[in-house]
């Protein structure tokens, strides 16, 4: 089967590799790259569990083809912290048991990074407006909504 070399800079580090043209980028993530942090559930671009960073965008990754990627910064949950060292996202998703089952949780952390960017103090109704591309069968939303505005809390903490 044909090879494509591709490059890719993922959360800061640059990869290349030879892939086949038709590889989903979620599995060249998984598989080829061993970050397994980004999870697919669906594979049609509805659950949101496979949501990563594209040049600074939530995309699905399911959706995309690792050619797509070549020469583009990409970032998946991996990037955000660690358990000494956690993203004020990752904080506040413990701090309100924003998760149960954690499956769909990466998906959720990278669609709201960018999102808080732009949308710093946001109510209720838009936190749910931009919760809803990412399916949660386990909790019900009101905690990951705690987790968002926990979040607003915790990075102006940090910023005073």
Same mark, same amino acid.
């Given at each position: 089967? $044909?090879?494509?070399?591709? $490059?890719?800079?993922?959360? %800061?580090?640059?990869?290349?590799?030879? =892939?086949?043209?038709?590889?989903?980028?979620?599995?060249?993530?998984?598989?080829?790259?061993? @970050?397994?942090?980004?999870?697919?559930?669906?594979?049609?671009?509805?659950?949101? &569990?496979?949501?990563?960073?594209?040049?600074?965008?939530? =995309?699905?990754?399911?959706?995309?083809? &690792? =050619?797509?990627?070549?020469?583009? $910064? @990409?970032?998946?949950?991996?990037? *955000? %912290?660690?358990?000494?060292?956690?993203?004020?996202?990752?904080?506040?998703?413990?701090?309100?048991?924003? @998760?149960?089952?954690?499956?769909?949780?990466? %998906?959720? *952390?990278?669609?709201?990074? #960018?999102? *808080?960017?732009?949308? #710093?103090?946001?109510?209720?109704?838009?936190?749910?407006? &931009? *919760?809803?591309?990412?399916?949660?069968?386990?909790?019900?939303?009101?905690?990951? =909504?705690? &987790?968002?505005?926990? $979040?607003?809390?915790?990075?102006?903490?940090?910023?005073?």
């Amino acid at each position: 089967m $044909t090879q494509i070399l591709i $490059t890719v800079t993922i959360n %800061g580090r640059e990869e290349t590799k030879h =892939v086949e043209p038709r590889l989903l980028l979620s599995d060249f993530i998984r598989h080829d790259l061993g @970050l397994t942090g980004t999870h697919v559930g669906c594979e049609h671009g509805v659950c949101g &569990a496979c949501t990563i960073l594209f040049n600074g965008e939530a =995309v699905r990754s399911c959706l995309m083809l &690792a =050619v797509q990627a070549n020469g583009q $910064t @990409l970032e998946t949950v991996e990037s *955000l %912290g660690t358990p000494d060292n956690m993203h004020p996202l990752q904080q506040a998703f413990h701090e309100a048991h924003a @998760l149960q089952c954690g499956y769909c949780t990466p %998906g959720f *952390l990278m669609t709201l990074k #960018p999102w *808080l960017k732009e949308n #710093p103090n946001p109510n209720d109704h838009e936190i749910r407006e &931009a *919760l809803s591309g990412n399916l949660c069968r386990c909790t019900g939303y009101q905690h990951i =909504v705690d &987790a968002v505005k926990k $979040t607003t809390d915790l990075r102006q903490q940090t910023t005073d």
